[in-house]
């Protein structure tokens, strides 16, 4: 059972607009939601993060929005640019765990 | 700045073959470090982690195991591989507490 779902595998954005990437997660538990940027042959790399005492967090470009009623999670990017053509991933932790557990992933084009 | 180190990129290996992956942390001291596998379409899966020199906790029984003999430095061992043991190994760290884990780049171990 996926405990952090990413619905959409795709997503294609043209270049200044707005991107809006989705996560849903089931397990109230959770308390520490990440994003990571993956490119093809790298490991994923840390984007932005939030924990659950919070509903917004901005560094940049980048916003990460946290509704814990609705147990979802959302990644902004503002404007976006070729370069982050990439795959998202959402990733989440509950607490005193070390496991990251990952949405599958949704691959982000950006249209010059 | 931290820098995360793994290799090698790729590996080969036949059935019955032991193993060793390293994984080095430069720029930090008393990392928590970490050991993920992700099998061909699954996710990504902690193996093990390490809060500090000789502590090693294991998430999942298998016929891998993990040291740490230095502070920054993670190995990864087998002493028989299986075919079970194919996919994508990843090391990261993190600080202690609620931060975020960060990935090296990775190994493709298959096995023959």
């Known amino acids: 059972d996926q405990q952090v779902k990413q619905n959409s595998p795709s997503l294609s954005v043209q270049e200044g607009r707005i991107s809006i990437l989705n996560c849903d997660y089931t397990?109230?538990?959770?308390?520490?939601f990440l994003w990571y940027k993956k490119y093809p042959a790298e490991g994923p790399t840390f984007l932005i993060s939030?924990?659950?005492?919070?509903d917004k967090n901005e560094d940049g470009r980048f916003t990460v929005f946290l509704n814990k009623s609705a147990k979802h999670l959302s990644l902004h990017i503002v404007p976006s640019q070729p370069g982050d053509s990439a795959v998202y991933f959402c990733?989440?932790?509950?607490?005193?765990?070390?496991?990251?557990?990952f949405g599958k992933g949704t691959k982000l084009s950006v249209i010059p | 700045s931290q820098t995360i180190h793994q290799w090698p990129a790729t590996l080969v290996q036949p059935v019955g073959s032991p193993l060793s992956l390293e994984c080095t942390v430069e720029?930090?001291?008393?990392?928590?470090l970490y050991w993920y596998r992700q099998a061909a379409g699954r996710g990504l899966q902690l193996l093990f982690y390490?809060?500090?020199?000789?502590?090693i906790s294991s998430e999942v029984p298998q016929n891998l195991s993990a040291s740490r003999p230095q502070d920054r430095q993670f190995i990864l061992s087998s002493k028989k591989l299986l075919l079970s043991d194919s996919g994508f190994y990843l090391c990261?760290?993190?600080?202690?507490?609620?931060?975020?884990?960060?990935f090296g780049d990775g190994t493709r171990l298959s096995i023959l």
């Open positions: 990261a760290w993190s600080d202690s507490g609620n931060q975020p884990q960060h």
């Open positions: 397990n109230s538990m959770f308390d520490y």
């Open positions: 939030i924990s659950s005492i919070k």
């Open positions: 990733a989440t932790t509950g607490a005193g765990s070390y496991q990251l557990t």
């Open positions: 720029g930090t001291s008393n990392p928590n």
């Open positions: 390490s809060v500090g020199i000789g502590q």
